[in-house]
């Protein structure tokens, strides 16, 4: 037995991507059914991205989706750049009038699903997309099936993918489920969360010797830290003492204060972009679309700029009858899912230490980081793209 619910936009993921889409139309009026095939409790408290550019946070906020990131997040002025034994703040207010904030996408997520399930939304958990049909009709649909194992379709007048960096809705798009461009690195990070008070105000990149660390923080008494390994390697393999004395070696001038580590985890790296966004009545957005290496902190804010330029399309497209910004979409998103890749891209590379590095390589990196501290230019950039480009443009 298949029960058919129809909706006009059928979202598939219940990430950052798809909650703030069906909040902004809601908004205008627009009705979606949303699935995700994870439980509630776990898409709440899975750890994963934490900085919100200012773009992100001016959303949230505008849209009505949650102003706690304001009274609970933390601002965030500027970060520091941390190489050859010394530290260099790059000062975003005074580069570029913008600044981020620090507050955990699982916090963004329980804001956005609070708001949706109090507007009625119907947001179905524990549902798994299986296929998607009729792409290029008008009349899509999604075939799905519950955790009790019941077949559920979803048909719409349009499909979004907003189903992560494993995407379904991707092979009916792209005609391939891995079909993109891509680029993968020789390293990623090893990552814990520990119950200690903060060791810095701000992030720390430090770009060692022996590899890079990210010193970050969460809350007053829970902080995040990161540091270069070896793709393969075993999250519990180290000790606490090992972990925190690798950490301790890769930021010399600053004493971390340590405690008990209560989750780590080994985030590899990839640049990917599908090679289409878009086809007929179905696109992606999100990590289904793109994903980048966490250094230039660009991921969710991505997916927040692809979804803030998907509803003025799919207003125009459902409210309006005007497919025009639907057909520009891919071209649009695309300009700054490059210039973001490129960032993250930049970010990692000038900041890792790649395992078969020459001396040559070594002193060109430094030289590449000075360039970037010792000129008002070079930290313009930074700042500018760290703390997103404006969302009002898009392009
Ligand atoms: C472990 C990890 C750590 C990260 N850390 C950082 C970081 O430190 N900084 C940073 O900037 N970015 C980080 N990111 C990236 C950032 O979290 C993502 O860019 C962001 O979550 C993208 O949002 P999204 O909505 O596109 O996708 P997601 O958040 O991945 O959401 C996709 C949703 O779709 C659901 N789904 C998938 N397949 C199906 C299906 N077939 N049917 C139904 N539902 C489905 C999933 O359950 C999920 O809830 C991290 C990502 C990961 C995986």
């Known amino acids: 037995m298949?029960?058919?619910?129809?909706?006009?936009?059928?979202?598939?993921?219940?990430?950052?991507?798809?909650?703030?889409l069906s909040h902004l139309l809601a908004a205008a009026g627009i009705d979606s059914v949303m699935i995700d095939q994870r439980a509630r409790e776990e898409i709440e408290s899975t750890i994963r991205a934490g900085i919100l550019?200012?773009?992100?946070?001016?959303?949230?906020?505008?849209?009505?989706?949650?102003?706690?990131?304001?009274?609970?997040?933390?601002?965030?002025?500027?970060?520091?750049?941390?190489?050859d034994g010394q530290g260099h703040r790059i000062d975003f207010p005074s580069l570029v009038g913008r600044s981020v904030w620090l507050y955990p996408q699982h916090e963004v997520l329980k804001d956005l699903i609070a708001a949706r399930l109090a507007a009625g939304q119907d947001l179905r958990f524990g549902v798994s997309a299986l296929h998607v049909e009729g792409v290029d009709?008008?009349?899509?649909?999604?075939?799905?099936?519950?955790?009790?194992?019941?077949d559920l379709?979803?048909?719409?007048?349009?499909?979004?993918?907003?189903?992560?960096?494993?995407?379904?809705?991707?092979?009916?798009?792209?005609?391939?489920?891995?079909g993109g461009y891509f680029r993968e690195y020789p390293f990623a990070w090893f990552g814990i969360l520990c119950e200690a008070p903060p060791s810095a105000g701000e992030l720390i990149y430090s770009?060692?010797?022996?590899?890079?660390?990210?010193?970050?923080?969460?809350?007053?008494?829970?902080?995040?830290?990161?540091?270069?390994?070896?793709?393969?390697?075993?999250?519990?393999?180290?000790?606490?003492?090992?972990?925190?004395?690798?950490?301790?070696?890769?930021?010399?001038?600053?004493?971390?204060?340590?405690?008990?580590?209560?989750?780590?985890?080994?985030?590899?790296?990839r640049s990917f972009v599908a090679h289409e966004l878009?086809?007929?009545?179905?696109?992606?957005?999100?990590?289904?679309?793109?994903?980048?290496?966490?250094?230039?902190?660009?991921g969710m804010n991505l997916a927040v700029a692809d979804v803030v330029l998907l509803d003025?399309?799919?207003?125009?497209?459902l409210l309006e009858g005007d497919g025009r910004l639907v057909d520009e979409f891919a071209e649009t998103a695309s300009r700054r899912i490059w210039k973001a890749q490129h960032f993250s891209w930049w970010m990692t590379s000038m900041l890792h230490v790649a395992p078969d590095a020459s001396d040559f390589d070594r002193r060109r990196q430094l030289g590449e980081l000075r360039s970037v501290v010792e000129s008002q230019a070079g930290r313009t950039y930074l700042a500018e793209a760290y703390t997103g480009w404006p969302l009002e443009g898009l392009g």
Not at 2 to 20: D, F, K, N
Not at 138 to 143: I, Q
């Open 2 to 20: 298949t029960t058919t619910v129809r909706t006009r936009v059928a979202i598939v993921g219940a990430g950052p991507a798809g909650l703030l």
């Open 53 to 83: 550019e200012q773009g992100t946070v001016d959303v949230l906020t505008g849209s009505g989706a949650s102003d706690r990131v304001l009274r609970d997040g933390h601002r965030h002025d500027g970060i520091e750049l941390r190489f």
């Open 137 to 150: 009709t008008d009349r899509p649909s999604v075939f799905a099936t519950t955790a009790g194992g019941e």
């Open 153 to 178: 379709r979803i048909d719409a007048e349009f499909v979004v993918g907003a189903d992560g960096s494993r995407s379904v809705v991707r092979s009916a798009v792209t005609g391939s489920s891995t």
């Open 207 to 269: 770009n060692a010797p022996a590899g890079f660390a990210l010193i970050s923080q969460r809350s007053a008494s829970v902080q995040r830290m990161y540091f270069q390994c070896d793709p393969e390697a075993d999250p519990d393999a180290m000790s606490e003492a090992e972990i925190w004395d690798t950490l301790q070696a890769r930021v010399p001038g600053t004493t971390l204060i340590e405690g008990p580590v209560f989750q780590r985890d080994v985030l590899r790296f």
């Open 278 to 298: 878009r086809r007929g009545r179905a696109v992606l957005v999100g990590d289904a679309a793109h994903t980048v290496p966490p250094t230039g902190a660009k």
């Open 312 to 317: 003025r399309a799919l207003r125009a497209l």
